[in-house]
């Protein structure tokens, strides 16, 4: 059979899209303040904003929706979700929430607070919102190779292990009470975490009695990238390793959104009886009843289906490789993008894109701007607008600039994909042309999503 590897799937229902003009495009982005959370979706043609609750579901799943039992208490869909759940992960205890964040506030509500420290390979912006929020610190603890965009590694989103063990020596493991693994690591570039590291993780934690919670978001495109690069996993199949996975973790927090195919949804999982009980006491306060946990019953029968696609190895084959060659079409006319390529985006290095910009010029940001002028594409910079911060009155930037291209699960096709490059490409070629901007507006948390900015003049306030 040919090697092309195709989409796994045929289209049953379309959705149009909408092309925009130039001056459209121009007229929009200023009336959303530069900022392409604040766009209509309707103005964007192709949008890489999130792989978040962005996936097409199959007809299996939608089959399923129709199935749902809407019963308040009891319903035969949580029944279903929770042995999915438990079969994949093992975890005894499964508490569903309306998405993954919801999941996080409980978790770090009821096992973190005001002088406790959590220590994560790194933490995702809500993950660290709401680990801050609950008055603990998070501490990020990526492996050094995860900040050199430019390097190769398999498993960039590693754990530092040396430094997690420092940690737990400098503060005492009586503040620490989890430690996070996130797999894939979103925020180095979708990168994923290999076996080892996970094994070892945990028993470094072991040690010291610390419990080990995935945030397991993309966890089948971790496991699957495990498969194609650690030894002794190349004939395992995708279900097996994450079941070792999930074996070393005590608890896991998931946004569903991601991973199992679904447009709402996420689940807490933990073999902590005591905790599970405080999770759920906070669970009914907040989210709604155990069999349900702000979701709908046909919204559990979907995350059930999801979680058994997500598994495909024919489909995992795909998602990876569409992303590889994304990010092999932008590299072949010189765009600085992450490499490798991680699970679910193209990651472009605005710092190697965008020399003349400094971080407190914001030069994602910039990027993420052109972007859309050119080809009416949505990204989002993950850089100094979503981490840097004023720290006694000074800049701190993020430790890297990027601008993420997440692609929506079994929704572009090829030829968007090229478009996409195409437009990228042409925005590299002009990239000496492209001003700064600076920020007029910037709420306390999560400023990212609703911050406002201007463009800087470029020879007045870029000078290269
Ligand atoms: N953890 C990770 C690693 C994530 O990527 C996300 C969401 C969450 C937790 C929170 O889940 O959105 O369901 O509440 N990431 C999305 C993104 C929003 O665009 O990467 P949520």
Redesign the pocket.
């Known amino acids: 059979m040919s090697p092309i590897i195709i989409e796994p799937f045929k289209i049953k229902s379309v959705e149009p899209i909408n092309f925009t003009t130039p001056g459209y495009r121009r007229r929009a982005i200023e009336a959303a303040y530069y900022n392409l959370f604040l766009l209509k979706a309707d103005d964007v043609l192709i949008d890489f ?5 962005t996936a097409a579901m199959s007809s299996k799943q939608w089959a399923a929706i129709m199935d749902g039992d809407e019963s308040y208490a009891g319903s035969r869909s949580f029944f279903k979700f929770e042995d999915r759940v438990k079969d994949i992960t093992g975890l005894s205890y499964v508490i569903p929430t309306h ?6 506030k409980i978790v770090f509500t009821v096992m973190g607070g005001p002088g406790k420290v959590i220590p994560n390979n790194t ?5 660290r919102a709401n680990v801050e929020f609950s008055g603990s610190d998070a501490v990020d603890l990526p492996i050094p190779s995860a900040l050199e965009t430019g390097e190769y590694a398999p498993f960039k989103g590693d754990m530092d292990l040396d430094r997690l063990e420092d940690l737990i020596k400098t503060v005492g493991r009586d503040r620490i009470p989890l430690c996070m693994l ?1 797999v ?4 180095v570039g979708g990168q994923p975490v290999s076996m080892k590291n996970i094994r070892e993780t945990k028993a470094l934690l072991s040690k010291y009695e610390i419990p080990l919670f995935l ?1 397991a ?2 966890f089948a495109e971790n496991a699957f990238f495990i498969k194609q690069r650690e030894s002794g996993y190349e004939n395992k199949s995708v279900k097996d390793i994450a079941r070792e996975m999930f074996s070393y973790a005590d608890g896991c ?1 998931m ?4 991973d199992a195919l679904v447009n709402i ?2 689940f807490l999982a933990l073999n902590d009886a005591s905790l599970a009980e405080k999770a759920r006491s906070l669970l009914i306060m907040t989210e709604g009843f155990p069999t349900y946990g702000g979701l709908a019953g046909r919204d559990l029968d979907a995350m059930a289906q999801g979680l058994d696609e997500v598994l495909d190895e024919n489909y995992l084959k795909y998602r990876i490789r569409s992303i590889e060659y994304f990010g092999e079409k932008l590299q072949k006319s010189g765009v600085p993008v992450l490499v490798p390529t991680g699970g ?2 193209v990651f472009l290095d605005a710092k190697r894109f965008l020399p003349h910009i400094p971080p407190d010029a914001f030069p994602g940001q910039a990027i993420s701007v052109e972007l859309y002028l050119e080809g009416g594409i949505r990204s ?1 910079e993950i850089g100094s607008v979503m981490f840097g911060k004023e720290v006694d009155g000074h800049f701190k930037p993020a430790q890297l600039e990027l601008v ?1 291209l ?1 692609v929506p699960r079994r929704v572009y096709t090829q030829s968007h994909i090229d478009f996409a490059a195409e437009a990228i490409i042409e925005v590299y070629k002009r990239r000496d042309r492209v001003p700064g901007y600076r920020m007029t507006y910037s709420p306390q948390y999560l400023r990212h999503f609703t911050a406002h900015f201007e463009p800087m003049d470029l020879n007045k306030d870029c000078p290269s």
Do not use: I
């Open positions: 904003l999130t792989d978040s609750g998405q993954g964040r919801a999941a996080e933490h995702f912006d809500t993950t996130t894939t690591n979103n925020s945030d978001c993309r927090t946004s569903a959104k991601k949804g996420g679910h985006a989002v993420r997440a």
